[in-house]
């Protein structure tokens, strides 16, 4: 019995670190904050806590951790990117449709992955996935 399914996705279907980092310096920038790409790089693999921390060092401001994550989060849906400006070259979308005509015993569980959460797409962009599209790495 399968307990658990876990995806590498980032690195792996997706790359977003690049965007992610664009935005976090943008937000920076945004409150006038200036910062060089060694800062951004200590940044990159951290845990949330140490982001914080060191954002609120470099921008010297006092926000309490939700404050911060609050503005982050609404500077990001602002300057959101497109799921297709993330995806790895060799990445396509397959369709449900496509996956049951194929089923074979190693893609079952992305056959119940769909059918158990038909939303888990709208991590990366709802906007520019079909409701019944999964992304694999081929």
Not at 54 to 67: L, T
Not at 72 to 95: I, Q, R, W
Not at 100 to 119: D, M, S, W
Request: with cysteine.
């Amino acid at each position: 019995m399968i307990k658990a399914v876990i995806f590498d996705m980032d690195g792996v279907l997706v790359d977003s670190e690049p965007k992610n980092l664009e935005q976090l310096r943008g937000f920076y920038k945004s409150y006038g904050t200036e910062v060089d790409d060694a800062f951004m790089h200590s940044l990159v693999g951290s845990s949330y806590t140490y982001t914080y921390t060191e954002s609120m060092r470099v921008m010297h401001m006092d926000w309490p951790m939700e404050k911060f994550k609050e503005k982050l989060d609404d500077y990001c849906k602002l300057h959101a990117f497109g799921y297709d400006e993330v995806l790895n070259p060799g990445v396509k979308a397959v369709s449900y449709t496509h996956l049951r005509a194929h089923e074979t015993k190693e893609n079952v569980v992305c056959r119940l992955l769909l059918e158990k959460n038909k939303q888990a797409h709208t991590l990366l962009n709802p906007s520019s996935i079909g409701d019944r599209t999964l992304t694999m790495s081929v």
